[in-house]
């Protein structure tokens, strides 16, 4: 297997990038795809709701870690090293708050620009024979890091929100991703299509907005799933991902997030 590298985009704070990359990657888990996570954001989101979600499924336990991805990258170790199972099929690299040194490490390190872009490529390709995919979580910035993320990426999935009232940010993204990436660093990033994250407490400016994103984007560009917003989603901040068959309030997010999963297997024309 060569793993395919993905990562959910925005670069406003808040839109859900975390939620989703985490209920995606648990549910292709599910679906029996071995998938690796990768926390880029020093905040630790990621990392923190699935050792969550790890201690629940492991009886409680508290799970701590010994070594984050910043650590890995000084000391030039295997990544694989510091990966941890979260459930069945579903690994994580775990970030945390040294990360912010991340940028100070590529000035001193790498020279330039091309070198220092395709770091974190290069840092990864030897755990692609090991997953099917790879999703990179990362922080809503336009910087130097991120730019490494997106450069390790096969394909971007952007996550808009349609209470926005406009489709700006998702222009300026794309826009952003062309000409960096694209253009100039020869990127042969994809970008996978606009999922859409609706608000339903104003249906009409959702709909107005699904409709500008088909119009501006083009219908095969936005996904057929979309996510609604969901209280449940929010209890899973403080409690990880549960996942209770008679509980109807887990099941309509993993019913929401299988959808996404299963689509972007459709997307990919992966078996
Ligand atoms: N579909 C949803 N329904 C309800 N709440 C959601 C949904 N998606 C995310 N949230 C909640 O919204 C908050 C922000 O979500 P999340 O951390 O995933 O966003 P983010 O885009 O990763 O943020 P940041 O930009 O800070 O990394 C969290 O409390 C999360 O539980
Ligand atoms: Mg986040």
Redesign the pocket.
């Known amino acids: 297997m060569t793993a395919k590298v993905l990562s959910f985009l925005?670069f406003?704070?808040?839109?859900?990038?975390?939620?989703?990359?985490?209920l995606t990657s648990f549910n292709l888990a599910k679906l029996g795809y071995k998938v690796l996570t990768i926390d880029f954001?020093p905040?630790a989101?990621?990392t923190s709701l699935f050792l969550k979600t790890k201690s629940i499924s492991s009886n409680d336990e508290i799970i701590t870690i010994d070594k984050a991805l910043m650590s890995a990258v000084n000391e030039g170790t295997n990544l694989q090293n510091i990966v941890i199972p979260i459930v069945k099929n579903l690994f994580l690299i775990p970030n945390a708050v040294d990360f912010s040194m991340y940028n100070r490490f590529l000035d001193r390190n790498l020279t330039s620009e091309e070198e220092k872009i395709a770091f974190f490529r290069n840092r990864i390709n030897p755990l692609k024979n090991t997953y099917d995919f790879i999703f990179i979580?990362?922080?809503?910035t336009i910087s130097l890091p991120n730019d490494t993320a997106f450069f390790a990426c096969d394909q971007i999935i952007v996550?808009l929100q349609t209470q926005e009232r406009s489709l700006s940010g998702a222009e300026v993204l794309i826009n952003y991703l062309q000409q960096t990436l694209i253009d100039d660093f020869h990127s042969t990033v994809d970008v996978m299509g606009i999922l859409p994250?609706l608000s339903k407490r104003n249906a009409q400016v959702d709909e107005e907005i699904l409709n500008s994103a088909i119009k501006e984007f083009g219908k095969e560009n936005v996904f057929e799933s979309k996510?609604?917003?969901?209280?449940?989603?929010?209890?899973?901040?403080l409690t990880g991902i549960t996942d209770n068959d008679h509980d109807v309030w887990d099941k309509r997010v993993h019913k929401s997030f299988t959808n996404v999963a299963k689509e972007i297997i459709a997307r990919l024309g992966v078996e």
């Open positions: 925005n406003k704070g808040g839109v859900g990038k975390t939620s989703t990359t985490a954001d905040q989101n990621l979580d990362v922080p809503p996550v994250v996510i609604t917003i969901m209280e449940r989603i929010k209890r899973m901040d």
